[in-house]
């Protein structure tokens, strides 16, 4: 199926530094998503963003964090500064169509934060 | 508020015979999606099947199906002549059709198939 990357797959890190997770969607989707999970347990929505904005946010999304996707790029998340509970596993996905459609995920990024 | 629930932590059979996840979800909205995922033991996450929720049929794809059974906001999982390769964890998950743009999943029902 469609494949999404992300780069990179494993970031260690002081608490406090900043640290920016990569994501490469499939080509043609055009809405975005992070979502977190800490030690195999359940995926939590953190944010949906489509057309240069962030459509909706949860409230794992907090004010140190950030999203953007510059020119076409890389879909980015940047914590900044990092805590030690943002230590977890970090999956972009992407899809064609917003609602109905199925998300395609990521290998996702683990993020361990010292 | 939307919510999935996923009340079987894990699940053991025996390879080629047929395993069914349950699956509970609760929403305010009239239309919704429903998605089941699977995570493999390295951690990628695959899109299985989905389920619309005005839709009668169950979906099917390949050796997976849905039991939706929408007066009990239920859509259960079934595998059908599993293999070594189906174990894994899988998750329900529950998009709601109106403004909402979040998924969410539920907390996942180990499979372990064995031969």
């Known amino acids: 199926g469609p494949k999404v990357l992300q780069i990179p797959s494993h970031q260690i890190i002081d608490m406090g530094q900043m640290v920016t997770l990569n994501c490469d969607p499939v080509?043609?989707?055009?809405?975005f998503y992070w979502y977190k999970q800490i030690l195999g347990q359940q995926m939590e929505f953190l944010v949906n963003?489509?057309?240069?904005?962030?459509?909706?946010k949860s409230k794992l999304f907090k004010d140190q964090f950030s999203v953007e996707r510059p020119d076409g790029s890389y879909f980015t998340l940047k914590i900044q500064p990092t805590a030690l509970e943002d230590s977890a596993v970090y999956f972009c996905?992407?899809?064609?169509?917003?609602?109905?459609?199925?998300?395609?995920f990521g290998p996702g990024t683990r993020l361990t934060v010292l | 508020a939307q919510k999935v629930t996923q009340t079987q932590t894990s699940i053991s059979v025996m390879e080629k015979t047929t395993v069914t996840m349950d699956c509970v979800y609760e929403?305010?909205?009239?239309?919704?999606?429903l998605f089941w995922y699977k995570q493999t033991a390295s951690g990628e996450i695959v899109f299985l099947i989905r389920q619309d929720s005005y839709k009668k049929e169950n979906a099917t794809v390949g050796h997976y199906s849905l039991n939706f059974q929408k007066p009990k906001s239920s859509i259960g999982l079934i595998i059908t002549a599993t293999q070594i390769e189906d174990s894994a964890v899988y998750f329900c998950a529950m998009r709601e059709g109106g403004g909402g743009y979040k998924v969410v999943f539920g907390s996942g029902t180990r499979l372990l198939v064995s031969p």
């Open positions: 963003f489509y057309n240069g904005k962030v459509m909706e």
């Open positions: 080509s043609n989707h055009l809405y």
């Open positions: 929403t305010q909205d009239s239309s919704y999606f």
């Open positions: 996905a992407s899809s064609l169509v917003d609602r109905g459609y199925e998300q395609y």
